[in-house]
């Protein structure tokens, strides 16, 4: 690859995350974190709303 | 419900040290990730050298998010020749722009949310925008937002 060629946005490639079972996988993983967070007494209620206002705003 | 759709997103080291110092915040995070996209949490390769010290304990929240991410194992965001090279331009045009230094880790977490956003839109988190937000601008793609958890 030439620095022309490095200044062309890229393109995208395969990539771990585009396997749907290792998608799958970490969801499931990330559940589990949020059981064990919200068994010890961790609340998201507090930040979710603004979370959901700046998850609105973000561009498709 | 809205629907859901695929987003993925990229954590840089100050997204990463702001959702391991609050566990309210990483819950509401992993909330809206279950409730509104179809999403994988990625840590760019580059990442763990700036939050890895070798000195944190295993039960640290960093460790656990770490874990969860599985960053280190089966799903990561690897930092392509692709997007080292292009992490290059990216920092030359910034750092025209710009009257301080920008950092080669933030280049290259830019470049790699280019390459995944055309895939899918990619929001990333960090808790320093600025000079995210000029490199980003730099890619002309519309589909990346930056957010500053908190």
Redesign the interface.
């Known amino acids: ?1 030439n620095a022309m ?3 062309i ?5 395969q ?5 749907a079972k ?2 799958d ?3 499931a ?6 059981e ?3 068994a ?9 709303p603004q ?2 206002a ?2 609105d ?4 | 419900m809205t629907r859901r ?1 695929r ?2 997103f990229l954590l840089d080291s100050s997204g990463v040290s702001a959702l391991a110092a609050s ?12 409730q ?3 999403g ?3 840590i760019p390769v580059p990442v763990l050298t700036e939050i890895r010290s070798g000195h944190r304990g295993p039960d640290t929240l960093v460790d ?2 770490i ?4 960053a280190e194992d ?5 930092l ?4 080292a ?2 992490a ?2 990216l920092r030359t045009e910034a750092l025209s722009l710009s009257r301080h230094d920008i950092s080669t880790t933030d280049a290259q977490i830019v ?1 790699m949310a ?6 899918c ?1 990619v ?1 990333i988190i960090t808790g320093d925008p600025d000079d995210i937000n000029l490199l980003v601008g730099l ?7 930056v ?1 500053v958890p ?1």
């Open positions: 690859m060629e490095a200044a946005p890229i393109q995208a490639k990539q771990p995350a585009d396997d290792l998608r996988a970490q969801r993983r990330l559940r589990q974190l949020h064990e967070l919200v010890e007494g961790a609340d998201g209620a507090a930040s979710l979370l959901q700046h998850a705003a973000w561009p498709e | 759709h987003r993925d566990r309210d915040l990483l819950v509401a995070y992993l909330e809206l990730l279950e509104r996209f179809d994988a949490l990625l656990r998010l874990k969860a991410i599985g089966d799903i990561y965001a690897p392509t020749v692709e997007a090279m292009r290059g331009v470049a280019e390459e995944r956003s055309h895939v839109a929001t890619t002309r793609r519309t589909n990346i937002a957010d908190g």
